[in-house]
């Protein structure tokens, strides 16, 4: 496609509930990132992936936060029991360069975003 | 740890005057920085960055900001507002160095709202 797409664009969950958001990045991106996006806060880093590698995962704030990229292109990120502390917009990022390549430029989707009732 | 500071959760300019966001970041060595924005509803964007070539970088839409290292500085600045600037306005790090991904750290964000 022409740019980042995730999915769905919004989700609402009721506490303790399972959910997976989904990102495809542009084809041929080896990079690929996920941020949240707290009301009126800037986007917060999650985890890397370069290709199918999890090189990075620093940012996931608990265990029930799990993301896969298995076949190196469209990536999950799964959060199981949810709370309403993880409330927030869910944004991808995808980018050309490897690892270490920091001017490179990102292209973002236009996120998710999860409401915990 | 690397980190930004944008002053200013709330910048209402005029349309036609200029446009100054400012944004410090925290770093003994001088990281890349990157301005972005974000329409409503929208991803983010990239409006223009920092690699260590010319401290004056220009962007899209008008708009360049001044690396200025004695200050840890890098205000974005546009001579003439318009309507459609309007938006949410992102600073944002990275850390020079081999070995790390190219994560980017943001700041708070601003919000610019252009009066007619």
């Known amino acids: 496609g022409a740019g980042v797409s995730q999915s769905p664009r919004y989700k609402v969950a009721k506490r303790g509930q399972d959910v997976a958001l989904r990102c495809d990045p542009i084809?041929?991106?080896?990079?690929l990132f996920w941020y949240q996006q707290a009301l009126g806060q800037g986007p917060e880093f999650l985890t890397y992936f370069q290709n199918e590698a999890q090189l990075d995962k620093s940012g996931l704030p608990s265990d029930r936060f799990f993301a896969e990229r298995p076949e190196g292109s469209v990536s999950t990120l799964k959060i199981q029991r949810t709370q309403q502390e993880d409330s927030a917009v869910y944004l991808c990022a995808s980018s050309l360069a490897q690892r270490g390549a920091t001017n490179e430029k990102l292209f973002f989707g236009s996120g998710t975003q999860l409401s915990v009732l | 740890a690397q980190s930004v500071t944008q002053l200013g959760s709330h910048v209402s300019v005029s349309e036609g005057a200029l446009v100054l966001l400012r944004c410090n970041y925290s770093s003994s060595v001088p990281p890349y920085l990157f301005w972005y924005v974000q329409y409503p509803n929208q991803g983010l964007q990239l409006l223009l960055k920092y690699t260590s070539a010319a401290t004056l970088v220009k962007g899209i839409n008008g708009f360049e900001a001044e690396f200025k290292k004695s200050e840890t500085s890098f205000h974005l600045t546009k001579p003439s507002a318009h309507m459609s600037d309007a938006a949410e306005y992102f600073c944002?790090?990275?850390?020079?160095?081999?070995?790390?991904?190219?994560?980017?750290?943001f700041g708070t964000g601003t919000l610019l709202a252009v009066q007619p």
């Open positions: 084809s041929g991106h080896v990079s």
């Open positions: 944002a790090v990275t850390p020079r160095g081999g070995g790390a991904t190219n994560k980017l750290i």
